[in-house]
Structures are given as C-alpha cells and as structure tokens.
C-alpha cells in the first residue's frame, strides 16, 4: 500500500509542476506580447516627436532666412540715396500688346518716340526712360550694395516657382540653389547686369554710359 500511495504523489506532484510550467510559459508570453506593443506606440511617438521637431527646425529656418533678407534690404535702402519707392508696388500685367508712345505728355511732335515698338514690359518702361521729361536713366555706382539683397529675392522667388511648376522636381535642395545662382549671374535683376559706372566715374564718362545706353535702347525699339 505505501508504494502504490507514493506513486501517486510522484505523479501528483509532477502533474503541479507542469502545470506551472505551463502557467509561468504562459504568463511569459503574455508579458512579452505587451512589451512589444509598448515598444511600437512608444517607437511611434518617437517618429512623431521628430516629425514635429523637423518641421518646427523648418520653420524657424524659414524665419531666419526672411529675417536676413528684410535686414539686407533696410541696409540696402539705407545706403542708398534717395530710394523712397514702396517695396510692395507690383505690376498687375506683366506683358502689353504695344505701347502707343503718341499718347504720352511731353513732345508729340517726336517722330522716333512715336513709332518706338515696346511688346514687353521691360521694353515699355526702357521706351518711357526715353520719352520722359525728366532724365530718368540712373547709373548705379555701387551694384554691390544692392547684390545681396537681390540675390535673396531673386532665389526665394525662383525656389517658389520650382516648387510650383516642378522644374526642381528629383533636386535636392542644394542643386535647387546652384541652379538658380547660375540663372542669377545672366538675370537682369543682377544689379553688375544693370548700367553702372565707377564709383569715381566723372560726371562726363557716366554722361557718355547714358548717351550709348540710351542708343542701344533706340536701336532696339526702333526695329
């Protein structure tokens, strides 16, 4: 009688040990499960903490760049006598069919004037420099001062344009930039473009850059 009850508590108690070992198999499955999901949501916030911290550093980024340019054109207009023209003046149309000079104040009697063909803006207002009364062709002396400030608008605005239109489609950022700095170095907005002189140029050698200015435009128009 003692063998047979003590082989019934060896198979008792191997019967509670596996048992427990099932349960603990268990309870460390359980355990693990909900480390892993506790893992993902805290691996997520962590993707949406830099998400958030990228586009904030971007936007900050694009206050500072706008910050420097408004202060590169206060200096620029502070070093600049006599620029008192409003910034924020823009042209509603960017192109005219022509530009019937005869019906403009000044001297209708000129016959050149007249038949003076402007088909584009910037040949309109070159056609207005030479029928004006007043000498409206300035010769700037010292382009470099108002470089930076043009560059800045120029790539801001050209960097806009890419984005809108996708000609900067598959570039990257710096790529973007050097492609506009080349565009920049032949743009007419490039102030070392425009007419200048020396900034010691005599009143008669900057009379002589007006006098060939004005003859180039003439030529031009006068096609």
């Not at 000498?135 to 400030?149: L, M, N, T, V, Y």
């Not at 565009?183 to 006098?211: G, H, L, M, Y």
Request: no cysteine; charged share 40%; hydrophobic share 30%.
């Amino acid at each position: 009688m003692a063998g047979k009850k003590g082989a019934e508590n060896s198979k008792k108690v191997a019967g509670n040990a596996r048992k427990a070992e099932a349960a603990a198999a268990k309870d460390a499955a359980s355990n693990a499960k909900k480390a892993a999901i506790e893992d993902a949501e805290w691996a997520k916030g962590g993707k949406d903490s830099s998400k958030k911290e990228a586009e904030a550093a971007k936007k900050a980024e694009a206050a500072r760049k706008k910050a420097e340019r408004e202060a590169a054109l206060k200096e620029e207009e502070a070093n600049t006598p006599g620029r008192n023209t409003p910034k924020n003046n823009k042209t509603a149309t960017k192109k005219t069919r022509g530009l019937d000079l005869s019906q403009l104040d000044g001297d209708s009697s000129s016959s050149k004037a007249a038949t003076l063909n402007a088909s584009g803006i910037d040949n309109a207002l070159d056609a207005l420099s030479l029928t004006g009364k007043a000498d409206s062709g300035k010769i700037d002396k010292h382009p470099e001062r108002r470089f930076k400030a043009a560059y800045a608008a120029f790539e801001e605005r050209r960097l806009q344009e890419m984005e809108s239109d996708g000609s900067g489609q598959g570039l990257r950022l710096n790529q973007k930039k050097d492609k506009v700095r080349k565009e920049f170095e032949k743009s007419p907005e490039n102030p070392f473009n425009q007419v200048t002189a020396r900034f010691d140029a005599t009143k008669e050698e900057i009379a002589e850059i007006k006098k060939n200015e004005r003859t180039k435009i003439e030529n031009r128009l006068g096609a």
